[in-house]
């Protein structure tokens, strides 16, 4: 049997589709006459609650949040130069939607960094802003969880780092 991953209520955690979460408990529940134990994730951001098996967690990618080395890595990733592929949009929103998906803050810097927008550039269509901001929201939440601020100074910082 897969190990199981070691979480406590209050743990944040990371769940690659929903981003950054608050484990409220583990609860048992009996699903078609079989009894799961679940670990119950609130994602207040986006007022949703997640019921995760807990055999099934490590499968789903969900993990502790990244350690400040990793962040680092992350946060570093801001300031390089931007990679945009000459590929069709489409193809590129693909890419970066699993990037985001993916959870890996690394990753999720890359779309940030490849689809920001300095004043004097042109502007984003709706698509590429909307993608934009969620690798930014997705990325700002798991900073302010790592480094114990909220999600304003977070914000701050990455807008920051897309600006030097």
């Known amino acids: ?46 007022k949703m609650i997640l019921r995760v098996p807990v055999g099934k967690a490590k499968n789903t990618g969900m993990r502790a949040l990244s350690s400040p080395k990793k962040m680092k890595s992350a946060l570093d990733t801001l300031k390089g130069r931007a990679r945009v592929k000459r590929t069709m949009w489409s193809r590129r929103a693909q890419e970066y939607e699993a990037k985001i998906n993916s959870g890996d803050p690394v990753s999720i810097a890359e779309v940030v960094r490849d689809l920001h927008r300095n004043a ?45």
């Open 120 to 164: 004097g550039q042109p502007d984003q269509s709706y698509s590429e802003r909307q993608i934009y901001e969620a690798a930014k929201d997705r990325l700002a939440r798991e900073v302010a969880a790592v480094e114990d601020i909220d999600e304003f100074a977070a914000n701050d910082k990455l807008d920051k780092l897309l600006a030097a």
């Open 1 to 46: 049997m897969a190990k199981q991953l070691e979480f406590s209520k209050d743990d944040y955690v990371v769940y690659p589709t929903h981003g950054v979460g608050r484990i409220k408990g583990i609860e048992e529940e009996e699903i078609s006459g079989a009894t799961l134990k679940l670990f119950v994730i609130e994602f207040s951001q986006d």
